[in-house]
T-cell receptor
Framework: AAGVIQSPRHLIKEKRETATLKCYPI?????VYWYQQGPGQDPQFLIS???????DKGSIPDRFSAQQFSDYHSELNMSSLELGDSALYFC?????????????FGPGTRLLVL | AQSVAQPEDQVNVAEGNPLTVKCTYS??????LFWYVQYPNRGLQFLLK??????LVKGSYGFEAEFNKSQTSFHLKKPSALVSDSALYFC????????????FGAGTRLFVKA
Protein backbone atom coordinates (compact mmCIF):
# COMPACT_ATOMS: atom_id res chain seq x y z
CA ALA A 1 0.00 0.00 0.00
CA ALA A 2 1.15 3.52 -0.77
CA GLY A 3 2.53 5.47 2.15
CA VAL A 4 3.31 9.07 2.91
CA ILE A 5 6.30 10.28 0.94
CA GLN A 6 8.62 12.96 2.18
CA SER A 7 11.46 14.61 0.34
CA PRO A 8 14.25 15.12 0.77
CA ARG A 9 15.07 12.48 3.37
CA HIS A 10 18.14 14.32 4.53
CA LEU A 11 19.05 17.99 4.25
CA ILE A 12 22.05 19.96 5.40
CA LYS A 13 21.83 23.75 5.51
CA GLU A 14 23.81 26.60 6.94
CA LYS A 15 22.48 29.13 9.45
CA ARG A 16 20.26 31.82 7.91
CA GLU A 17 19.58 29.72 4.81
CA THR A 18 16.15 28.57 3.72
CA ALA A 19 14.80 25.06 3.30
CA THR A 20 11.69 23.56 1.72
CA LEU A 21 10.38 20.19 2.81
CA LYS A 22 7.80 18.35 0.75
CA CYS A 23 5.13 15.89 1.73
CA TYR A 24 2.98 13.72 -0.52
CA PRO A 25 0.05 12.22 1.38
CA ILE A 26 -1.43 8.80 0.91
CA UNK A 27 -3.70 8.89 -2.16
CA UNK A 28 -7.20 10.19 -1.34
CA UNK A 29 -6.07 11.59 2.00
CA UNK A 30 -7.14 15.21 2.30
CA UNK A 31 -5.46 16.21 5.56
CA VAL A 32 -1.78 16.81 6.18
CA TYR A 33 0.02 17.44 9.46
CA TRP A 34 3.57 18.59 10.14
CA TYR A 35 5.57 17.67 13.23
CA GLN A 36 9.04 18.49 14.49
CA GLN A 37 10.94 15.94 16.58
CA GLY A 38 14.13 17.11 18.25
CA PRO A 39 16.77 14.60 19.37
CA GLY A 40 15.38 12.43 22.14
CA GLN A 41 12.10 14.35 22.17
CA ASP A 42 8.49 13.65 21.35
CA PRO A 43 6.98 14.95 18.10
CA GLN A 44 5.72 18.51 18.41
CA PHE A 45 2.75 19.51 16.29
CA LEU A 46 3.51 22.40 13.94
CA ILE A 47 0.57 22.89 11.62
CA SER A 48 -2.15 21.02 9.74
CA UNK A 49 -4.19 21.47 6.57
CA UNK A 50 -7.55 20.10 5.55
CA UNK A 51 -8.75 20.46 2.00
CA UNK A 52 -5.99 22.99 1.28
CA UNK A 53 -6.94 25.26 4.17
CA UNK A 54 -5.04 25.59 7.42
CA UNK A 55 -6.98 23.65 10.06
CA ASP A 56 -4.86 24.08 13.16
CA LYS A 57 -1.63 25.66 14.25
CA GLY A 58 0.78 24.53 16.91
CA SER A 59 4.25 25.63 17.89
CA ILE A 60 5.34 26.70 14.44
CA PRO A 61 7.83 29.58 14.42
CA ASP A 62 6.96 32.69 12.42
CA ARG A 63 9.99 31.93 10.25
CA PHE A 64 8.20 28.83 8.99
CA SER A 65 5.25 28.73 6.65
CA ALA A 66 3.39 25.91 4.98
CA GLN A 67 0.67 25.30 2.48
CA GLN A 68 -1.28 22.49 0.90
CA PHE A 69 -1.64 22.47 -2.84
CA SER A 70 -4.48 21.46 -5.14
CA ASP A 71 -3.05 17.93 -5.48
CA TYR A 72 -3.02 17.74 -1.64
CA HIS A 73 0.73 17.66 -1.33
CA SER A 74 2.18 20.05 1.22
CA GLU A 75 5.35 22.05 1.58
CA LEU A 76 6.96 23.40 4.73
CA ASN A 77 9.10 26.45 4.06
CA MET A 78 11.70 27.34 6.63
CA SER A 79 13.61 30.60 6.47
CA SER A 80 16.45 32.15 8.47
CA LEU A 81 17.40 28.72 9.71
CA GLU A 82 18.83 28.44 13.19
CA LEU A 83 20.93 25.71 14.77
CA GLY A 84 17.95 24.78 16.93
CA ASP A 85 15.92 23.93 13.85
CA SER A 86 17.99 20.77 13.44
CA ALA A 87 15.47 17.99 13.90
CA LEU A 88 13.47 15.27 12.25
CA TYR A 89 10.43 16.70 10.48
CA PHE A 90 7.51 14.38 10.00
CA CYS A 91 4.55 14.74 7.78
CA UNK A 92 1.41 12.70 8.41
CA UNK A 93 -1.79 12.37 6.44
CA UNK A 94 -5.32 11.27 7.18
CA UNK A 95 -8.69 11.00 5.54
CA UNK A 96 -11.03 13.58 6.96
CA UNK A 97 -10.76 15.76 9.99
CA UNK A 98 -13.25 14.69 12.63
CA UNK A 99 -10.84 14.00 15.47
CA UNK A 100 -10.64 10.23 15.57
CA UNK A 101 -9.04 9.56 12.23
CA UNK A 102 -5.67 7.82 12.16
CA UNK A 103 -2.67 9.80 11.07
CA UNK A 104 -0.18 7.90 8.94
CA PHE A 105 3.35 9.17 9.20
CA GLY A 106 6.01 9.52 6.57
CA PRO A 107 9.64 8.48 7.13
CA GLY A 108 10.66 12.03 7.99
CA THR A 109 13.16 14.56 6.73
CA ARG A 110 16.27 14.91 8.84
CA LEU A 111 17.40 18.52 8.78
CA LEU A 112 20.82 19.49 10.02
CA VAL A 113 21.63 23.18 10.33
CA LEU A 114 25.32 23.99 10.59
CA ALA B 1 -5.53 22.36 27.51
CA GLN B 2 -4.91 18.76 26.60
CA SER B 3 -1.88 16.89 27.87
CA VAL B 4 -0.55 13.37 27.99
CA ALA B 5 1.95 11.79 30.35
CA GLN B 6 4.05 8.70 30.03
CA PRO B 7 5.51 8.29 33.51
CA GLU B 8 8.21 5.79 32.56
CA ASP B 9 11.18 6.72 30.41
CA GLN B 10 12.06 3.07 30.00
CA VAL B 11 10.44 -0.30 30.53
CA ASN B 12 12.46 -3.52 30.66
CA VAL B 13 10.84 -6.92 30.26
CA ALA B 14 12.01 -10.41 29.47
CA GLU B 15 10.88 -12.05 26.26
CA GLY B 16 7.69 -14.01 26.78
CA ASN B 17 6.59 -11.93 29.76
CA PRO B 18 3.65 -9.55 29.62
CA LEU B 19 4.42 -5.88 29.09
CA THR B 20 2.64 -2.67 30.06
CA VAL B 21 3.50 0.84 28.92
CA LYS B 22 1.62 3.47 30.88
CA CYS B 23 -0.16 6.56 29.63
CA THR B 24 -2.42 9.08 31.35
CA TYR B 25 -4.13 12.03 29.73
CA SER B 26 -6.00 15.22 30.43
CA UNK B 27 -8.60 16.75 28.11
CA UNK B 28 -11.63 18.96 28.51
CA UNK B 29 -13.85 17.01 26.13
CA UNK B 30 -13.97 13.37 25.13
CA UNK B 31 -10.54 11.97 24.38
CA UNK B 32 -9.30 10.41 21.19
CA LEU B 33 -6.32 8.28 22.22
CA PHE B 34 -3.61 6.75 20.08
CA TRP B 35 -0.50 4.61 20.45
CA TYR B 36 2.37 4.82 17.99
CA VAL B 37 5.69 2.95 17.84
CA GLN B 38 8.93 4.36 16.48
CA TYR B 39 11.91 2.28 15.45
CA PRO B 40 15.35 3.91 15.08
CA ASN B 41 15.54 6.38 12.20
CA ARG B 42 11.99 5.56 11.16
CA GLY B 43 8.66 7.32 11.18
CA LEU B 44 5.91 6.64 13.65
CA GLN B 45 3.79 3.57 13.03
CA PHE B 46 0.18 3.47 14.18
CA LEU B 47 -0.63 0.67 16.65
CA LEU B 48 -4.17 1.33 17.86
CA LYS B 49 -6.65 3.97 18.90
CA UNK B 50 -9.64 4.55 21.12
CA UNK B 51 -12.47 6.70 19.84
CA UNK B 52 -15.57 5.35 21.50
CA UNK B 53 -17.16 2.05 22.41
CA UNK B 54 -15.44 -0.94 23.96
CA UNK B 55 -12.81 0.09 26.48
CA LEU B 56 -10.44 -2.67 25.36
CA VAL B 57 -8.91 -1.88 22.01
CA LYS B 58 -6.92 -4.41 20.02
CA GLY B 59 -4.28 -3.27 17.58
CA SER B 60 -1.37 -4.32 15.44
CA TYR B 61 1.30 -6.90 16.36
CA GLY B 62 -0.73 -8.32 19.27
CA PHE B 63 -0.87 -5.07 21.21
CA GLU B 64 -3.95 -3.92 23.07
CA ALA B 65 -4.85 -0.98 25.28
CA GLU B 66 -7.51 -0.36 27.87
CA PHE B 67 -9.29 2.95 28.15
CA ASN B 68 -10.10 3.80 31.76
CA LYS B 69 -12.14 6.97 32.01
CA SER B 70 -12.11 7.22 35.81
CA GLN B 71 -8.34 6.94 35.94
CA THR B 72 -7.85 8.90 32.69
CA SER B 73 -5.48 6.21 31.51
CA PHE B 74 -4.81 4.35 28.29
CA HIS B 75 -2.11 1.80 29.07
CA LEU B 76 -0.60 -0.27 26.27
CA LYS B 77 -0.30 -3.99 26.90
CA LYS B 78 0.88 -7.18 25.27
CA PRO B 79 0.50 -10.63 26.82
CA SER B 80 3.87 -11.95 25.62
CA ALA B 81 6.72 -9.62 24.65
CA LEU B 82 9.06 -10.24 21.73
CA VAL B 83 12.61 -8.97 21.35
CA SER B 84 11.43 -7.28 18.15
CA ASP B 85 8.99 -5.17 20.21
CA SER B 86 11.97 -3.18 21.50
CA ALA B 87 11.32 0.37 20.33
CA LEU B 88 10.10 3.80 21.41
CA TYR B 89 6.39 3.99 22.15
CA PHE B 90 4.36 7.19 22.07
CA CYS B 91 0.92 7.79 23.49
CA UNK B 92 -1.01 10.65 21.87
CA UNK B 93 -4.28 12.42 22.61
CA UNK B 94 -6.69 14.64 20.76
CA UNK B 95 -9.34 16.62 22.61
CA UNK B 96 -12.78 15.88 21.26
CA UNK B 97 -13.95 19.28 22.52
CA UNK B 98 -12.39 20.92 19.51
CA UNK B 99 -9.23 21.53 17.61
CA UNK B 100 -7.30 18.96 15.69
CA UNK B 101 -4.00 19.25 17.46
CA UNK B 102 -2.47 15.94 18.49
CA UNK B 103 -0.34 16.02 21.61
CA PHE B 104 2.26 13.32 22.10
CA GLY B 105 3.69 12.00 25.33
CA ALA B 106 7.41 12.07 25.94
CA GLY B 107 7.74 8.46 24.84
CA THR B 108 8.69 5.25 26.64
CA ARG B 109 11.59 3.14 25.48
CA LEU B 110 10.80 -0.54 25.69
CA PHE B 111 13.65 -3.05 26.01
CA VAL B 112 12.78 -6.71 25.65
CA LYS B 113 15.61 -9.02 26.67
CA ALA B 114 15.95 -12.49 25.18
Amino acid sequence: AAGVIQSPRHLIKEKRETATLKCYPIPRHDTVYWYQQGPGQDPQFLISFYEKMQSDKGSIPDRFSAQQFSDYHSELNMSSLELGDSALYFCASSLGLAGGETQYFGPGTRLLVL
Amino acid sequence: AQSVAQPEDQVNVAEGNPLTVKCTYSVSGNPYLFWYVQYPNRGLQFLLKYITGDNLVKGSYGFEAEFNKSQTSFHLKKPSALVSDSALYFCAVRDGAGGFKTIFGAGTRLFVKA
